[in-house]
Structure formats: structure tokens, C-alpha cells
């Protein structure tokens, strides 16, 4: 078994009193793909801040490749290969989409020309190559994700932290992004999911799930132990987590 | 295209080679006061059109750099020219420590706080000995306003050809990327703080070289004429006409508004600020994009009508 | 150091101070509900000054007076800036906070003009109320101390209609909550109107009370929308209880200075404090950083 990609050692961050996140540790392998869910507010958010280094943690370890990654800028963190996407997509409105890519390709490649041909095969790949010099603003809410997800992956990350990516969308766009998630462990990158509902597509597509709740850690397991798991059933999903394993 | 853009702007550079000491003095000051402005609306433009940090202070580098020169040119018996590159390098240098302080600020804070040192900058120069105190410094009587006016164009020139190649530079993309959003630029691998300082000195090196040539044109500085924000005001004022953050915009905005300044500044001084205040309002109310992108996109239109089949590159 | 010396800098300097303050908070009720700085806050506080002093000169009218009027006169322009201009900025230029700093760039010097138009470029003041009570060892100039008062009844007057009535309950949420105050159905254009309205009037307010204490020229208009940022900066943005003690800092580093130093370094003492304060704290002495 290969050594964890990534480790999240034992996390926590408050903000004024309230702990965000307490005690929070997880580990994901080279390829795997990890859906953290729980609730709007348990947490996932403030985890993806910490291990994409926006936020630092109150106190705990994060480490990637075996390296403590603690106080590391977001650059830094984005050039070692560790990518994520925003909740609400946040693309650069005034620039193209092959800018909007481009500049993460910036990171691997030298000039402009060539962080532009690498933005091109993302593109191509994440099915937006024929907005490729639309400003970004003309984008709708599914292509704003996906550009997203295109931005991340032209760093060539290791690990993608992706931060609500199934919200919005409409069943067959939920179903498009799955494959594209599959897709990414054939590419040998890892992905951490933040989930807030869609347990459908959570339970097929992923190793591990992780359940939040109030900044806790309450279940890690397979898809099948979670679906098992009667606290995080009935405590926190009601019925959609049996609906979700039934199906 | 691209050829023929190169050969229009050789031709536009040579002319202004060529005519300016054919010109009386009348034409001959209203060129060097166009590209003068020209190239502050240049420099203004990296800071706050390309990485999105609107300055209010950068009339603090165009100040320093006329007093560097004055002092060198009144205390050493150095050329004005060595004071005007001195001043440039002063400015660039000063840049860097005030860029990391600075640049910490952003929005209203920054916008504020520069306004707020090209305040105390102007104070300093009222109270200081070596800066002559209200008075200012006199300079020798300028025997020759052309070496100004060559030293203006080619720093304008310099200017221009630099602001092309930021906008088809990484450099450029990184600094677009993080004037739309400073999080996810540093999220996407971008070194923010770096991006924006190294813009901030090439907007601090570009005033601060031509303060010098602007001391010697007047053949005087003071805290009120170099220091004055109404210097920038008008390099904002152009830069927004022709259109903020492009390659085009200060030449185009520089050139149409420094005729009506010319003909404006001298005679109605209340006027002129009333008229360049109101200008800024309406145009970011009427045509908040400025003219270059405008003119972009109807060309870009009337390209794909007349060749429907092609096409675009 | 003398401390009566001590206590009569302190006295002048608080007394000036709690006059600036009510600049700053009209300029922190417009930061609070639009997230905007109006550049052009001196030039309102500078034009009431003016106004003020032309007054006097043509028929000893008394800036306390004036200033209703102008305050009313302040109101209604700073309406007008909001609703003909700042509303109708495009929203995909920059963002709003950025492309409304040059539009009140671009107001500020429109009226800077103006002002020299009028009023030229001499210096002007109002002497009125020259007198001063003395009270132990300490002298109390009349002007300082009466426009102190008028300045600290008109606060109060503010914070009566923040906290009690419907327009000053929906400043107060539009300040909170943006979405919120939407969501309560708040008119939070109206809102706008109304307190960059009710801003520039406080700013023309204060012009009036410190136009028997200064000297100005239009020119000068710069330094109050800096001094007034600096004081907000000092007490946080939306903090209005904060501004009252920025204000007190600033009045006492322009009084301290102006003794100690030099009547220009009293001039710059609000820009290099305020220019230290935010290298400090980039979001003020008592700022809450947003989440």
C-alpha cells in the first residue's frame, strides 16, 4: 500500500469561540477519491480552506507528500499539486476562458503561448473548448463550474479539492460530472469531494466517505459502512442515505 | 495586422522625431505636455488598469523625480538628464519597500493611503531645507526644452512598447488574474504580492522619470506643482477615456485630452478642474469602458462581416 | 513638558477632535451601508466652510446659522451624486467599491473647481466668537468650545435616529447585512440615497463648526476627506463608537504636533498616522475583520 498523498492531522480552526473545525483528521491515497458530506455549515468549506492554505489552522498538521504544508502561501501550496475549486464559482469574469485556464498552466509552463496551448487541451477535455475565447462572464452556472474544474486541473495537481461541485446542477449535469471525477483517478489524480446532498452519485463514485457534522469527524469508512452506519443514516441524512444505497 | 501595426508606429515615432523642431513653441510645448501625460497615464494604467490597484499617489514618483533632478542639477554640476534617470531610480527603488507596505491595503485603503502620501510628501517639501521649502528649487533657465521634449517621447515610447508586451505576457495574465480576484489568482499559483509589486515599481519608475525632464521644462519645482494630485487626476481621467487596463487607451485618452487641458489649463484654471472632475463622472456613467474597447469591438465586427468564411485568429 | 501646557493641548485637541468626529461618521455611515469612500466628503465639508465664511463676510451671518441650511444643502447634493451617478455605474467594470472611487475622484475635483470658481483660492475663516473662558489655568476659545457642543448634540441626534426610527433601523441592517436587509424587503437602494445623503450632511455640518476654528481654501477640501478617513480608519469602518475615540486620537496628534513640531507637520499628522494605522492594522484600530 503506497504512503497517503495527503494527511489531515488532527485539525482545528475557530473562528472568535466557535469551533469550525475540531479535531479533524483524515488521509487520502494517490488516486483515490474521498467525498467528505455533512450538513452546510459542518465544515468542508474551512477544510478546504486549511489544506488549500487560505486559512491556517488554530492548531493541528497538514501534510502533503510527507511534507508539513502549515503556513505554506496558496501559491506555494497550488505549484506542490494541490488544486481546488470554489463553491460558488469565482471565475475571473473579464478574461477569457482560456485565460481563466491558463493561468494556473502558468505554473508549469514558461511563456503565455504555451500555458495557452496547455489551457486548450484542458478545454478540450472538460468540454469547453468552443467558449475557449468567450469572456468568462458568458459563461452559465454549469459552465462556471466546470471552467472551475478546468482552472484546477491545468496546475496538474496531485490532489484536487473539490468544494461542492455537484450543487446547482441538474441530474444529467450530476451525472457528467461524475464521470468527469472518474475520469481523474485514470489520470492518477486524487480528489476530495465536499458533498452537501447528491448521496446518489457519492455512494457510486467514491473509496471513502467522510461525515462532518458541527466541525467533527463522525464516520470514515467505504460507502457501504457508511450506508451502514445507523448514526450517520438516521442522525444526520433521514432517509436519503438508505434511498441513495437502495438504488 | 501585426506588420502593419509595427510600420504605423514607426512612421507616428518618426514624425514626432522629426516635426517637433520644426515646430514653433507653441506646437512644440503642446506635444511634449501630450506625451508627457501620455506616459503617466501609462504608468498609472499597470498599477490600476492592469493589476486593478487604484492610486491616487503616484504623483508622489513624478515629484521625486523632479526634485532629485533639481537638486542634482542645483548642488552637482551634473546634466539634468543623469538628476531625471536618478530620479527614475530613486522612485523604483522607493517603490519597493512601499510597494510590500502598501500593497497590503486594498480598495479604498489603498487608494487613500497613496492620496495620503502624496500629501505628506508635498508637506515634506514645504518644510525642508534641501527642497527649498515653499519656494522650491530654481533650475537654470532650460537652454534646451528639446532635449525635454525627445527625453519625454522616448520614455513614452518606452512606455507604450512595454505596456504591449505586459498584455501579451504571463506577467500580464498573472496580473489580470489577480486584479479579478486575489484569492483565486494565489489559489491558481500566482505570487500575488510579487505580481503586484513589480507593478507597482514599473508605475513608480515611469513618473519618476519623467519628473525630471519636468522640472527642467519649467525650470522650477514646488510642492504645489509637482506634487499636485490634479496630475493624476488627469492621467486617471485619460487613462478611463481611451480605456482602462489596455494596450491602447492612454495614447488614445492622452492625445484627445491633453489638447482640451492645453488649451484649458492656462487661462481657466477652475475650468479645467471643473471640466476634467465632471469628464471623470461622465464618462465612467456613459462609456465606463473607454474607447479602445470599443473601437476593438467594432473592428472585430466589421472583420466578421467581411469575411464571414475565415476564420478569426 | 508643563502639564498645564499638557492639559491645554489635550483640552484643544479633544475639543477639535469631537468636531471632526461628526465628518468621520458621515463619511462611516456611507462606508458602512455602501462599502464605498466618497472622495468628494472633504469638498462638502470645505464647501460649507466657505459658504460660511462668504456669509460672514457679507452680513456677519453666523455659521451656526448657516449651518442648517447648509447641512439641508448637503443633503439634497449628496442625493443627487447617489442617485444620478454612483447608481448608474456599470457593475462589470471592477467592482463597485473600485470604479465609485473614481467616479468620487472625479466629483471631488468637479467641485474643487467649483469652489475656486466662487470662492478663489485665497484663504479664508470666520472670526466669530474670538473670545475664550478661562477656567483654572486652562483657556477655552469660545468657537472651539460651542461648535464642540453643537457637534457632540448632533451626534447624539444621529445616533437617536439610527437607533429609533425606520430609516435608521434599515441604515443600520443595510450596514449588517446586505442580503438580510434585501431579504426584510428593506429598500436598500432608498437606503443608499439616504445615508450617502444623510453623510454629506454631517460632512457640511462639520464644515460649518470648523469654519470659525481654520483657515481654508478650496485646496484644503483633501485634507478633511483624509482626516476624516483617517479618524474611521483609526475607530474601524461601521464602528461609529470607534470613530468618536479615532477622532479624539487625530484631534489630539494635530494639536500635540502642531505645538511641538510645526503647523505643516500638524497638517500631515492625520495622513502619517493614518498611513501608519494601516500598515499596522489594514482594517483599522478597532476594525473587525470581515469572516
Known sequence: ?247 | MRRIGILVFCVVVALLIVIPPMANGYYRSLFYITLLYVALAYGWNVISGYAGYFSFGQVTFFGLGAYVTAIVVTKTPLPWEIGALLGGVVSAAFAVPLGYLMLRLRGPFFALGMLGLARTLQVAANSMGITGGGQGLFLPPGSNALSVYYWTLAIAVLAFAGTWLIDHSAFGLRLQALREDEQVAATLGVHVTTQKVYAFIISAAIPGLLGGGYAWYLTYVNPVSVFSTSIDLQAVAMTILGGIGTVWGPLIGGVLISQISEALAAQYPQAFLMIFGGLVVALLVFLPRGIAPACAAALSRRRARAKPAEART | MHPALIGQLTIDGLLVGGIYALSALGLNVIFGVMRIVNLAHGQFVIMAALICAALFDWGHVSPFAVLPVAFVGALIAGALVQRAFLRRLPEDLASAETTSLLLTFGVSYFMLGLGFAIFTGNFHSVPYLTGSWSIGPFSIAQARLIAFVTAAIIALLLAVVLRYTAVGRSIRATSQSLQGAMACGIDVENVRTVSFAIGSGLAAACGCLLSTIFSYNPQTGDDFTLSAFAVIALGGLGNYAGTLLGAAIVGLAISFTGYYVSAQAAQAAPFVLFILILLVRPVGLLGRRAA
Open chain 1, 1 to 247: 500500500m503506497s504512503a497517503p498523498l495527503l494527511v489531515v492531522d488532527n485539525v482545528t480552526r475557530t473562528f472568535g469561540g466557535v469551533r469550525a473545525l475540531d479535531g479533524v483528521s483524515l488521509e487520502i491515497r494517490e488516486g483515490e477519491i474521498v467525498s467528505i458530506i455533512g450538513p452546510n455549515g459542518a465544515g468542508k468549506t474551512t477544510l478546504f480552506n486549511i489544506v488549500s492554505g487560505v486559512l491556517r489552522p488554530t492548531s493541528g498538521d497538514v501534510r502533503f507528500m510527507d511534507r508539513s504544508i502549515v503556513g505554506w502561501s496558496p501559491q506555494r501550496i497550488a505549484a506542490a499539486g494541490i488544486a481546488r475549486t470554489y463553491q460558488i464559482a469565482r471565475p475571473f469574469v473579464r478574461l477569457s476562458v482560456l485565460d481563466n485556464v491558463a493561468v494556473g498552466a502558468l505554473t508549469h509552463e514558461r511563456t503565455l503561448e504555451r500555458a495557452r496551448a496547455a489551457a486548450r487541451e484542458v478545454l478540450e477535455m472538460t468540454g469547453l473548448a468552443p467558449y475557449a475565447d468567450r469572456p468568462a462572464s458568458d459563461l452559465t452556472i454549469t459552465q462556471r463550474k466546470r471552467l472551475e474544474a478546468a482552472r484546477a486541473l491545468a496546475l496538474r495537481p496531485k490532489l484536487l479539492l473539490l468544494d461542492e461541485v455537484m450543487a446547482g446542477l441538474t441530474p444529467t449535469e450530476i451525472d457528467a460530472m461524475a464521470v468527469f471525477i472518474e475520469q481523474l483517478r485514470e489520470r492518477g489524480i486524487a480528489a476530495i469531494g465536499g458533498v452537501e446532498h447528491v448521496m446518489r452519485v457519492v455512494m457510486k463514485i467514491s473509496h471513502r466517505i467522510v461525515v462532518l457534522d458541527f466541525g467533527k469527524t463522525i464516520a470514515d469508512g467505504t460507502p457501504a459502512e457508511i450506508a451502514a452506519d445507523p448514526r450517520v443514516g438516521e442522525a444526520y441524512f433521514g432517509t436519503s442515505l438508505e434511498e441513495a444505497s437502495a438504488s
